[in-house]
């Protein structure tokens, strides 16, 4: 959710984390957040860490709402980006090896206005890498962004060096920044006109769909089914698209993409929250994970050590 520097401290944020109420609920809830302080100078420079715990408190409260209790694991932030890791009290336990890294790459690698923040852990013996990412702005700035995107991928690290690729499930997501290569008023009309594929015609046009088709960048990488309206640039506070003098063209800057083959996607949506000028989106998947039985994995590594000794004396 880009909240563009708001926060309120009674946002009700129930119709993106539990878009169905209290039917799901997921074993783990993990959250990105961009543009949380404003993007002025002296902010970037003079980062106002409280935003944090405001927003972690804020998603805590909304969480446990339905008698679960979620734990907060980690929560990395970086300037004006924050991803927050939750679990469900009865499977913290599984969870392991929890670690979180950073990569600015605003002005030239220097300021965290951009960038990404990333968390890694292991849910059993099944590996998970989330990160959370602004990349470049403006609708030409297509070249800028995979170079966001490359630097990312090299530059985050974790325990060991392992870098992102080396994960079972991977998933980008935050505002990516991404624009429909359209006329401003092609595009209005096609959203307000709602034709029979009127969606699908945008997505021809919509420049992640097209890089992930290049395979240039995000190799690999899918997006669910995507079935709603462009999450930028409202007005803030309604439903309305830009109305301010730079009328910016309406476009699906908030994504979310995965890769893994233990990974189904169950949902894929924007929430109607009004407190900024971006709709937040959320993505719902069911996940395939290891478990080793510890006791048994203990025996079968003493006996080979057993094995071991008896053929180096033959």
Same mark, same amino acid.
């Given at each position: 959710?880009?909240?563009?520097?708001?926060?309120?401290?009674?946002?009700?944020?129930?119709?993106?984390?539990?878009?169905?109420?209290? !039917?799901?609920?997921?074993?783990?809830?993990?959250?990105?957040?961009?543009?949380? +302080?404003?993007?002025?100078?002296?902010?970037?420079?003079?980062?106002?860490?409280?935003?944090?715990?405001?927003?972690?408190?804020?998603?805590?409260?909304?969480?446990?709402?339905?008698?679960?209790?979620? +734990? $907060?694991?980690?929560?990395?932030? &970086?300037?004006?980006?924050?991803?927050?890791?939750?679990? %469900?009290?009865? !499977?913290?336990?599984?969870?392991?090896?929890?670690?979180?890294? *950073? /990569? !600015?790459?605003?002005?030239?690698?220097?300021?965290?206005? /951009?960038?990404?923040?990333?968390?890694?852990?292991?849910?059993?013996?099944?590996?998970?890498?989330?990160?959370?990412? @602004?990349?470049?702005?403006?609708?030409?700035?297509?070249?800028?962004?995979?170079?966001?995107? &490359?630097?990312?991928? !090299?530059?985050?690290?974790?325990?060991?060096?392992?870098?992102?690729?080396? @994960?079972?499930?991977?998933?980008?997501?935050?505002?990516?920044?991404?624009?429909?290569?359209?006329?401003?008023?092609?595009?209005?009309?096609? $959203?307000?006109?709602?034709?029979?594929?009127? +969606?699908?015609? $945008?997505?021809?046009?919509?420049?992640? *769909?097209?890089?992930?088709?290049?395979?240039?960048?995000?190799?690999?990488?899918?997006?669910? *089914?995507?079935?709603? @309206?462009?999450?930028?640039?409202?007005?803030?506070?309604?439903? &309305?698209?830009?109305?301010?003098? %730079?009328?910016?063209?309406?476009?699906?800057?908030?994504?979310?993409?995965?890769?893994?083959?233990?990974?189904?996607?169950?949902?894929?949506?924007?929430?109607?929250?009004?407190?900024?000028? @971006? %709709?937040?989106?959320?993505?719902?998947?069911?996940? %395939?994970?290891?478990?080793?039985?510890?006791?048994?994995? $203990?025996?079968?590594?003493?006996?080979?050590?057993?094995?071991?000794?008896?053929?180096?004396?033959?």
């Amino acid at each position: 959710y880009n909240v563009s520097g708001r926060g309120n401290k009674h946002a009700d944020l129930s119709e993106w984390l539990f878009p169905i109420g209290s !039917k799901f609920k997921p074993d783990i809830v993990v959250l990105g957040l961009q543009e949380v +302080i404003e993007l002025t100078a002296g902010s970037i420079l003079n980062v106002d860490y409280s935003k944090s715990s405001f927003w972690k408190n804020l998603v805590t409260d909304c969480l446990n709402q339905y008698g679960e209790k979620y +734990i $907060l694991l980690r929560a990395e932030q &970086m300037a004006s980006l924050i991803i927050l890791l939750f679990v %469900k009290e009865d !499977k913290v336990n599984h969870v392991k090896q929890v670690e979180g890294s *950073t /990569k !600015k790459t605003g002005f030239k690698g220097m300021t965290g206005n /951009k960038g990404a923040v990333a968390i890694r852990f292991k849910y059993s013996d099944t590996s998970f890498c989330f990160v959370n990412a @602004h990349l470049s702005a403006g609708v030409n700035n297509v070249e800028e962004r995979g170079n966001d995107y &490359m630097s990312i991928n !090299k530059s985050i690290s974790f325990a060991g060096g392992r870098k992102i690729p080396q @994960h079972d499930s991977i998933f980008w997501l935050g505002d990516l920044n991404y624009r429909i290569s359209l006329d401003n008023l092609e595009v209005r009309s096609e $959203l307000s006109d709602q034709q029979p594929n009127y +969606i699908e015609r $945008l997505l021809k046009y919509d420049q992640l *769909t097209q890089v992930i088709n290049s395979g240039q960048i995000f190799h690999d990488f899918c997006e669910p *089914t995507l079935q709603f @309206h462009p999450t930028y640039k409202y007005d803030v506070g309604t439903d &309305m698209y830009d109305t301010s003098e %730079k009328a910016r063209t309406p476009s699906w800057t908030d994504r979310i993409v995965y890769k893994g083959n233990n990974l189904s996607p169950l949902a894929y949506s924007d929430a109607p929250l009004k407190l900024s000028d @971006h %709709k937040p989106v959320f993505a719902a998947y069911r996940a %395939k994970v290891a478990f080793v039985d510890e006791a048994e994995k $203990l025996l079968l590594s003493n006996q080979f050590r057993i094995d071991s000794k008896k053929h180096n004396h033959i």
